[in-house]
């Protein structure tokens, strides 16, 4: 195939979806995965109507440890390698660590970091023969931010995000494969409905703080390709992260304590 076949995670709304839509507007083959065929179908016939590109869907559950194998395998067998990784599968888990089940946390875990470390593990090594990659780790603003009570792996997963692709970027930034931690702020998704929070959300937050999904993935894809280790969309989630790192860490958890009931679930 000429064209080069993206695969993205958590494909069937939000941020994932803007990304497949995206990258096939720049002329990539898509492979789109996520838990939900029918809206995979969906954005999948869309895309190929629109663009004109090859659209592959592959329905799978990340917090089975067997998926990303099998989701790679699945491609292999129909001839395709990944040109561009976008890791942005993920989900809040609420309640109190010690009130939720180890179940539970063990799949959130599996979901937010293991899958993605061991997508960019088994698609490193092509990108770097081929001398051309991207990959894309949807990681948040709360990853670069104290920590807040509740949600508690959350935050902790998303700055494992952002080191890891720090690292890696070095590691491979002279072959060709540029690695972005892409930390958006509160976006207009479904991830709120999912994890029982848009109400909330919706009540305590001023409109001029949330972003449009689209222009968070503009960003993120101007950052890959201008190989930025870390990007942070928006002009206010920019400062929120320059106040973060400014003052004391003492004041600074004392500050999202204060606030953490605002959205968090205890």
């Known amino acids: 195939m000429d064209r080069k076949l993206a695969l993205v995670t958590g494909a069937?709304?939000?941020?994932?979806?803007?990304?497949?839509?995206?990258?096939?507007?720049?002329?990539?083959?898509?492979?789109?995965?996520?838990?939900?065929?029918?809206r995979l179908d969906a954005l999948a016939g869309e895309i190929r109507a629109r663009h004109g590109v090859e659209a592959l869907t592959v329905a799978a559950d990340l917090a089975d440890p067997e998926a990303p194998g099998g989701i790679l395998d699945h491609l292999a067998a129909r001839g395709r390698s990944v040109d561009v990784l976008i890791n942005n599968a993920g989900y809040g888990l609420g309640g109190t660590y010690a009130e939720t089940s180890w179940a539970d946390q063990q799949a959130f875990v599996q979901v937010m970091v293991t899958a993605?470390?061991?997508?960019?593990?088994?698609?490193?090594?092509?990108?770097?023969?081929?001398?051309?990659?991207?990959?894309?780790?949807?990681?948040?603003l709360a990853g670069l931010l104290p920590a807040a009570g509740g949600h508690t792996l959350y935050a902790a997963s998303k700055a494992f995000l952002v080191r890891f692709s720090q690292s890696l970027h070095l590691e491979?930034?002279?072959?060709?494969?540029?690695?972005?931690?892409?930390?958006?702020?509160?976006?207009w998704t479904e991830f709120h409905d999912v994890n029982g929070t848009r109400e909330r959300a919706d009540a305590s937050l001023p409109r001029w703080i949330w972003q449009d999904a689209g222009a968070v993935v503009e960003a993120g894809w101007r950052a890959a390709e201008a190989n930025r280790p870390v990007c942070v969309?928006?002009?206010?989630?920019?400062?929120?992260?320059?106040?973060?790192?400014?003052?004391?860490?003492?004041?600074?958890?004392?500050?999202?304590?204060?606030?953490?009931?605002?959205?968090?679930?205890t």
């Open 12 to 38: 069937s709304a939000g941020i994932g979806a803007g990304f497949a839509r995206a990258l096939a507007g720049r002329g990539y083959d898509l492979a789109l995965t996520a838990r939900r065929a029918a």
């Open 116 to 140: 993605p470390c061991e997508l960019a593990h088994r698609v490193a090594g092509g990108m770097r023969e081929r001398r051309f990659g991207r990959i894309v780790n949807v990681a948040s």
């Open 172 to 187: 491979l930034r002279p072959l060709g494969v540029h690695v972005t931690a892409l930390c958006p702020g509160f976006t």
């Open 233 to 265: 969309p928006g002009a206010v989630n920019k400062a929120i992260a320059g106040f973060a790192r400014a003052i004391p860490e003492d004041w600074a958890l004392a500050l999202m304590a204060s606030q953490s009931g605002r959205l968090r679930k």
